[in-house]
């Protein structure tokens, strides 16, 4: 190859700059994150506050000693896995690029297509193997505060840069011990910071009329594991998720009686007994708690219940971070975010990966690294501030006249594809492949027609 077309590729593929950036989680987004970052020439570090990779991949036995998730005292167990869980996803979906996640000696042992987690935590934790990615992470280390630097190095800036153009950010961390934090704090001063927390810790709990003087327990499915504890007990589920489907499953044959209440049935999802199951009824909305025990139903059925089970999902929840107002979460948006990713006020220095919702996540998790880390680093170029924040605000105004509402900005059921394009064209590289794209939606057919069956089919 003549000098001059190699001169040429290294101008295009080396960067123009290398940062030190920090990736706040070690689950898939920030391992993924971390991997793209270093490949594109920057130094990385990653702090995970627990003691393995994988994130919410790694199941957790233990609960919290609040089993609703809301007091702020409780010691959070990170993990949402219930025992049984399985990828609702084939494992053709769930790989990156350059690793595919394929069943072998290296994994959990579980060859499955729809494999439990463990295989899914092997697998991960195998990606951060090849890649050499743990010698950048900090374990038991808790991130405490991120907050931008102003001009003399101290923290609470205004965001407003150190004269050159680039922001920096403070970031204090605690060390822990047998899961306690110690009390001492140590800072470091970065130049990009890459969220990567995920949302699926901080539990949304359903607003009930009466419920206060209602006798029953309460539980939010981040604090469901196994279904003994359900044995002869009448419960109450709320939602109509994959986590509301699997539990409601798993303890009807424990349970006394299962009631599971939905916001609105999906087409060909009727109301009533459930088929297959002599103890599961489907339910509206609940009305409201009554003080005999009684729940009562939309339609003016009721149960009289034991338990009322939350499968509500969860709250973005980024408590560490201080942006002087910048960033905010707002009835579960994060934002202003332009496409999901970066606050147009603090870009690049600030961006999150891994907030999109009903996606197929690992795939996307890497494609909105490798722009980030292209960003970063000078080879792609973003738009202005301005430029960005009026695509902000118009997306959100078409998300308003379609009468979507706020909470579920980042849910991206139906325009996933689009973005993964998108991310991939201002990547340079090619997007998700067409026969994902309809095994995806074969997958999604075959989960509405036979939910009980599908991921042994």
């Known amino acids: 190859m003549a000098p001059a077309v190699v001169d040429n590729l290294l101008d295009h593929l080396l960067p123009t700059q290398s940062l030190h950036a920090a990736v ?13 970052l270093r490949r594109e020439g920057h130094s990385v570090v990653v702090y ?56 072998g000696p290296a994994r959990s042992g579980d060859p499955r297509r729809f494999p439990g987690h463990s295989e899914v935590l092997a697998y991960l934790k195998g990606f951060a193997r090849e890649f050499e990615i743990e010698e950048m992470v900090r374990f038991d280390t808790e991130v405490v505060k991120v907050s931008l630097l102003d001009g003399n190095g101290n923290g609470n800036g205004n965001g407003n840069g150190n004269g050159n153009g680039l922001i920096q950010w403070r970031v204090k961390s605690r060390k822990k011990t047998d899961g306690i934090c110690s009390g001492d704090e140590d800072d470091e001063v970065f130049d990009a910071v890459v969220v990567c927390t995920g949302h699926h810790t901080e539990p949304q709990i359903a607003e009930i009329p009466g419920i206060d003087a209602w ?25 109509n998720g994959q986590s509301s489907a699997d539990i409601s499953r798993e303890i009807a044959p424990v349970a006394k009686e299962v009631h599971v209440s939905i916001r609105a049935p999906a087409e ?21 708690a009554r003080e005999d025990g009684a729940i009562v139903f939309a339609d003016g059925t009721c149960a009289y219940a034991d338990v009322i089970l939350h499968c509500t999902g969860y709250k973005y929840y980024i408590p560490f971070l201080e942006t002087n107002g910048i ?34 996540p690992f795939p996307l998790f890497e494609l909105q690294s490798n722009w980030i880390a292209g960003v970063l680093s000078g080879r792609f170029t973003l738009p ?30 139906k ?9 991939a064209e201002q990547c340079g590289i090619p997007g998700l492949e067409e026969w994902k794209k309809q095994l995806f939606f074969a997958g999604i057919e075959s989960l509405v027609a036979r939910p009980d069956t599908y991921r042994d089919e």
């Open 24 to 36: 706040i989680g070690a689950g898939s987004a920030g391992l993924v994150a971390a991997r793209e």
């Open 48 to 103: 995970e506050r627990g003691n393995q990779v994988g994130g919410i991949w790694a199941y957790a036995p233990e609960t919290e000693s609040d089993p609703m998730g809301c007091d702020p005292a409780r010691t959070v167990v990170h993990s949402s896995l219930y025992s049984s869980l399985r990828t609702n996803l084939p494992r053709e979906l769930m790989g990156f690029s350059d690793y595919p996640f394929v069943a």
């Open 215 to 239: 006798p029953g327990k309460q539980i939010h499915s981040h604090n469901y594991r196994t279904p003994e504890p359900f044995k002869d007990q009448v419960v109450v589920l709320i939602g």
């Open 268 to 288: 060909g999802i009727v109301l009533g007994q459930r088929p297959g199951f002599g103890n599961t009824w489907l339910h509206p909305m609940i009305e409201c």
């Open 327 to 360: 960033v905010s979460v707002d009835d579960n948006r994060v934002g202003p975010l332009y496409k999901h990713i970066f606050p147009p006020l603090l870009a690049p220095w600030l961006s999150f990966v891994g907030l999109p919702q009903k996606v197929i």
């Open 384 to 413: 202005s501030k301005k430029e960005m924040m009026e695509e902000v605000e118009n997306f959100y105004a078409e998300l308003e006249a379609a009468g979507v509402p706020k909470r579920l900005t980042h849910t991206m059921t």
């Open 415 to 423: 325009t996933q594809f689009e973005y993964y394009d998108w991310l």
